[in-house]
Protein backbone atom coordinates (compact mmCIF):
# COMPACT_ATOMS: atom_id res chain seq x y z
CA UNK A 1 0.00 0.00 0.00
CA UNK A 2 1.53 3.37 -1.00
CA UNK A 3 2.33 5.64 2.16
CA UNK A 4 0.57 8.85 0.55
CA UNK A 5 -2.93 9.30 0.09
CA UNK A 6 -3.74 6.11 1.51
CA UNK A 7 -7.42 6.40 1.60
CA UNK A 8 -7.84 6.70 -2.27
CA UNK A 9 -5.60 3.75 -3.00
CA UNK A 10 -7.39 1.44 -0.43
CA UNK A 11 -10.59 2.16 -1.29
CA UNK A 12 -9.16 1.89 -4.99
CA UNK A 13 -8.12 -1.90 -4.06
CA UNK A 14 -11.27 -2.73 -2.49
CA UNK A 15 -13.25 -1.64 -5.75
CA UNK A 16 -10.77 -3.35 -7.78
CA UNK A 17 -11.11 -6.71 -5.74
CA UNK A 18 -15.11 -6.38 -5.39
CA UNK A 19 -14.96 -5.98 -9.33
CA UNK A 20 -12.74 -8.89 -9.82
CA UNK A 21 -15.48 -11.18 -7.75
CA UNK A 22 -17.98 -9.79 -9.66
CA UNK A 23 -16.40 -10.21 -12.98
CA UNK A 24 -15.84 -13.48 -12.21
CA UNK A 25 -18.76 -14.69 -10.82
CA UNK A 26 -20.81 -13.08 -14.14
CA UNK A 27 -18.79 -15.34 -16.22
CA UNK A 28 -19.20 -18.61 -13.91
CA UNK A 29 -23.29 -18.03 -14.27
CA UNK A 30 -22.82 -17.99 -17.82
CA UNK A 31 -21.28 -21.59 -17.72
CA UNK A 32 -17.65 -20.35 -17.95
CA UNK A 33 -15.07 -22.19 -15.88
CA UNK A 34 -12.63 -19.55 -14.64
CA UNK A 35 -8.58 -19.73 -13.79
CA UNK A 36 -6.91 -17.20 -12.53
CA UNK A 37 -3.35 -17.16 -13.67
CA UNK A 38 -1.08 -14.41 -11.42
CA UNK A 39 2.06 -12.70 -13.64
CA UNK A 40 4.33 -14.37 -10.98
CA UNK A 41 3.43 -17.75 -11.77
CA UNK A 42 4.14 -17.62 -15.47
CA UNK A 43 7.83 -17.27 -14.30
CA UNK A 44 8.38 -20.58 -13.92
CA UNK A 45 7.07 -22.79 -16.37
CA UNK A 46 7.02 -25.52 -14.23
CA UNK A 47 4.44 -23.95 -12.11
CA UNK A 48 2.23 -22.80 -14.51
CA UNK A 49 2.56 -25.89 -16.20
CA UNK A 50 0.76 -28.11 -13.33
CA UNK A 51 -1.39 -25.33 -12.37
CA UNK A 52 -2.92 -25.47 -15.97
CA UNK A 53 -2.71 -29.08 -16.37
CA UNK A 54 -4.48 -29.18 -13.08
CA UNK A 55 -7.32 -27.38 -13.82
CA UNK A 56 -8.18 -28.32 -17.28
CA UNK A 57 -6.73 -32.06 -18.12
CA UNK A 58 -8.68 -34.75 -16.45
CA UNK A 59 -6.06 -37.19 -15.23
Known amino acids: MPKTRVEF ?9 QRDVDK ?3 LVDAGWRVLTVWECET ?3 ETLTEKLQSAFVPR
Not at 9 to 17: G, I, L, M, P, T
Open 9 to 17: WSEKFDRNV
Open 24 to 26: EQA
Open 43 to 45: RSI
